[in-house]
């Protein structure tokens, strides 16, 4: 899908540019809001006659936040925190589901833009970078997940998959676990960082003989035979799984309860997010907690910078804490 950020009609980013401002600056002088001078208004006023331009919205303060899966814990709890921060800050919020679909995310953003909201946060990597670089045309965009490249003109909020990657790991080997399995489903930049961060510690502590990735291809058949292996008692097997989110390590839960492999007696589960998902399965999972609703709140705030003049592009990158619970214990002897 080709996303059209106002076809012929004048756009924002244009009225700004020919008033000499940001879009953020012009968006509040088209909206009447404090911030601008008054010089700036009635430049910014003229040029919008000038070009013909005309408010999509109310400008009432809308922010859309545009999520890949709704069905996700994490981004749900990501949601929350831009709501909370929104409602400190004056601001509305309104969702458009991306149903897991990259077509489908690209058309609820043009979606977003019709609405005439003031701003997105993106709660998803899959948009194409173009699609991004023709929204932040319109109206200012904030990123939470990791990109590939960086975007001009959007902002970004993410977590260092390494560093997150690392904590597991660590606490693994501090149990005493040597032979380590990582699961991940998908090769995208998020996962790619947390498989990179899974393999420079093992290496670093001297596991790499002993370390193996499983996926994205054929993960599920991965996991079955990783478990049949621990279930035989084979020498090589691992003894511990690292997961690149919860939902792979609950499924890795249910398959060892299927299989009758005890969890940690005989595996020790670590997932990735730290979502309300690990805390509905049992063994309550330990986790490498993503701080989803501070990521909600810088994004907003990053929005809110955007709307009071900023025209520089900025990123925050959050370090996530390791969550203990009951799926990890000491090696089985």
Known sequence: MTLDPRSSRPT????????????????????????????????????????????????SGLIGVLPTDLGNPYHTDVIAGIEGQADALGLGVVIAHGRRDPEHLEAQL?????????????????????????????????????MQDAVPGTDAVRTHDEAGAALAVRHLVELGHRRLAHVTLSSRPGPAGRRTGFLAETERRGLRGTATVIGPDRAEDGITTLLRSVRRGDADAPTAVFTANDMAAV???????????????????????????ALT????????????????????????????????????????????????GPVHA
Not at 31 to 52: I, K, Q, W
Not at 297 to 309: V, Y
């Open 251 to 277: 499924s890795v839960l249910h398959r060892a309860a299927d299989l009758g492999v005890e969890v940690p007696g005989r595996l020790s589960v670590v997932g990735y997010d730290g979502s309300a998902v």
């Open 110 to 146: 043009q979606r977003l833009l019709d609405l005439g909201v003031d701003g997105i946060v993106a709660v998803t990597t899959w948009l194409r970078p173009s699609a991004l670089e023709r929204a932040v045309q319109v109206v200012p965009v904030t990123v939470i997940g990791r």
């Open 281 to 328: 399965v049992r063994p309550h999972l330990t986790s490498v907690h993503q701080p989803r609703g501070e990521m909600g709140r810088l994004a907003a705030r990053m929005l809110r910078e955007r709307f009071e003049g900023r025209s520089h592009d900025t990123s925050s990158v959050v370090d996530p804490v390791l969550h203990v619970r009951a799926s990890t």
């Open 12 to 59: 924002l980013a244009q009225v700004a540019r020919a008033a000499g401002v940001s879009p953020g600056s012009a968006s509040m002088a088209l909206n009447d809001r404090p911030g601008v001078s008054r010089g700036t208004r009635l430049r910014v006023l003229e040029a919008a006659r000038h070009l013909g331009y005309r408010r999509r919205g109310r400008g």
